[in-house]
């Protein structure tokens, strides 16, 4: 059936007059009554009984009316929340993203972005990064915020802001942070580094491979609050991201040890398929991750 035969019979039925119908869908009143002639000769009933005030509802007209008054409410309705999402009223936006990023970086954000739009619900998954990957492309998240570089031709990847490692220690190994020790010196300790299935350790240990040393470290753990814990307790020199122990560097609880072979910087970033539309509310929230890395790190 033509949906436009419904509009003019159910506006008819509401206004409970052609000419007000005709003025609501700007058309002529001919045109009104035309489509409730043809949607009566479909039905095989009538559907009005014309008076000289208007019209008025036959018997199978008003069962008519029952299903089709639901039926524009429930359109009505459906409109309506597609409203909602566009203007962030409504909708909820799924994330992935590692323990220490999550805590060290998103969970700020998180906060602010909740006080602006109170009403999108937030959820939040922390796997490694193949683990993130793997959720983008099973379609459970909208979208990851990983360490990069990462390489997929299935993804986008924005940058939202740059880190930059470094390797840490506490009070035994602390003379080491008195000057610049060559690479080959710092590896001849202890080290704590991450597990290799995350994307900060891939990075770390092309670092060692392009300046030609070969490491096994003593400890492998699975977020970097670990490794701070145990450099802290003297088990040995860890590597961790910089800008996430900034208080612990200053107030002396970690002592940083610098390579002549400086770390290369890197970048956190958002990464979301690229056949797959983000919905309005991703959309912003990935926006205020751009803007606020610039005013607030």
Known sequence: MNMELYKSFYYTAKYGNISKASEHLYITQPAVSRSIKQLEEELKCPLFFRTSKGVILTPEGEILYQ???????????????IS??????????????????????????????NTLHPAIKIHVICPTTPGIINLLKSGKIDFGIINLPYNDEQLNFKSIMEVQDCFVTGQKYKSLSRKAQPLSTIIQHPLLLLEKNSNSRLF????????????IPDFELGNIDLLVQFAKYDFGIACVIKNFVEEELEKGR?????????????????????NVPLSPAAKEMIS??????????
Request: net charge neutral.
């Open 67 to 81: 299903y089709v008054d639901q039926a524009f409410s429930f359109i009505t309705t459906g409109e309506k929340k």
């Open 288 to 297: 205020n991750l751009e803007y606020f890395e610039t005013t607030e790190f």
């Open 84 to 113: 909602d999402v566009k203007n962030l009223l409504y909708g909820e936006i799924r994330i992935g993203v590692s323990d220490t990023l999550c805590k060290h970086y998103l969970i700020p954000h998180l906060k602010l972005f």
């Open 254 to 274: 970690l002592f940083e040890v610098k390579p002549i072979e400086k770390i290369p910087s890197r970048h956190i970033g958002v990464t979301w398929l690229k």
């Open 204 to 215: 770390i240990d092309q670092y060692f491979k392009t300046n030609s040393v070969s490491v």
